[in-house]
Every structure is written in C-alpha cells, then in structure tokens.
C-alpha cells in the first residue's frame, strides 16, 4: 500500500518513515502544497491514502483535500495542531475519513490507518462498456483481451479514466505529453493521438468535447 504524507516537519517525517516501513507500507512525503500538487497530478503516482496537514508552508491542507483530491476519492487522514471542535468538523465535513490531532502517538495514527485501508474496499479496475482498465497494473482489456497500447498512450488513456465523467482539457494534456516526453506538441498532435487510441480500443467510450478536451463516462 502506497501512503502520501504532506508534511512539513522533519521530525515527523522521519519517525513515520521508519514505522511505515516496518509495517510494509511505502510512504512517499511532501513537505509544501505545491510539491503534494504536482505528485497528486502526475497519474503515475498511485495513492492509496493520504496523511495530510492542514498548515502547510505555502498553502492550507483543506483547499487542497478539496481542490485536488477528493475529486480522485483518496481517503485522507487530516493532521491538526487545532484540537478545537471547529477545525475537526471542518475536516469531516470536507470529506476526511479521520483526523488525528498533534502531538499525536504513532501507534495510534498507524491503527487508524490499517482501520480506513481494511474497510476501505476501492476496485482498481475501471470498466465502460467493454473496456476495462486496471488502474494499478496499468493494463487495458476489451473483452478480457489485452489492449496493446504504447507508453504515451496509455498514459493518456489513463488520465482519462483517473478523471471519469469530468472533461479533461487540451491544455492539461498537452501539459502532460510534455511532462513524459519533453517534446512541444499542438491540438492537432492531441486528435491524432486520440484517434490512434480510439483505433486499438475499437469501441468509442471517448467523448470529444468540441473546442475543450476529452471525457469518458462511466456507466
């Protein structure tokens, strides 16, 4: 299982890495909102929960819960220095699983979390129509047949299905082929793209919002 903590004490870090991985957990940490951003944006980065602090360096812990993950439904665990009953129905009524308030006891922070890992019982395979995509082995089937996909597209492929029912705009894609190869491209390098997917999928689950972006929609 793969935990983000956004934190910005060390000393915190530290003493949950080692009891982590003690307890076979991978815990990858970000200690400012900008750098928990960009992890959470980038598709390869798989999450299963989120440790989270509300006071951040450069920004607040609930506007991103709100801005940039739960919309990906990651069970999040808030951390507070605020044991007043304002800052803990805030973060239940944000959509937190938990909140955990500083100082906290580790054993205690780690029983929570195997509790919200155990009951939280998320599929990792996506499937529209006959289209499934298994969203931790990054494979593509339509009809239990493996979809032969190139790296890039099935990238692409995948930040659509991370996004289920919501537009994903050119721009954000564009952005995205840059960040995995490095190579300026335009709208039209986009629709070929897309085309080339739609062509190996053999079924057109993809919507093309005109002048926008790309959806797909779930049943």
């Known amino acids: ?123 990792s395979v996506i499937k529209v129509k006959n289209i499934s995509f298994d969203m931790d082995k990054m494979v593509v089937k339509k009809d239990e047949e493996i979809v032969s996909l190139t790296p890039l597209e099935l990238r692409l492929l995948h930040l659509l299905f991370l996004n289920i029912n919501k537009v994903v705009s050119r721009n954000v894609i564009l952005d995205r082929i840059w960040d995995l190869t490095g190579n300026d491209v335009d709208s039209h390098t986009i629709t070929v793209y897309f085309k080339r997917i739609r062509e190996k999928l053999g079924t057109d689950i993809i919507v093309t919002i005109k002048g926008v972006g790309y959806r797909i929609d779930g049943e």
């Open 1 to 123: 299982m793969n935990i983000l903590l956004v934190e910005d004490n060390l000393t915190i870090v530290k003493g949950l890495e080692y009891t982590f991985k003690k307890n076979n957990y991978i815990l990858n940490y970000k200690t400012t909102f900008y750098e928990a951003k960009k992890y959470l944006e980038d598709s390869i980065n798989k999450v299963d929960l989120i440790i989270l602090d509300i006071t951040l360096p450069d920004g607040n812990g609930f506007n991103l819960f709100k801005n940039y993950i739960k919309e990906q439904n990651i069970p999040t665990i808030f951390l507070t220095a605020e044991d007043g009953e304002d800052e803990i129905v805030k973060a239940l009524n944000e959509g937190a699983e938990d909140y955990i308030v500083k100082p906290f006891r580790i054993k205690e922070l780690l029983a929570r979390v195997n509790k919200i890992l155990k009951n939280y019982n998320k599929s």
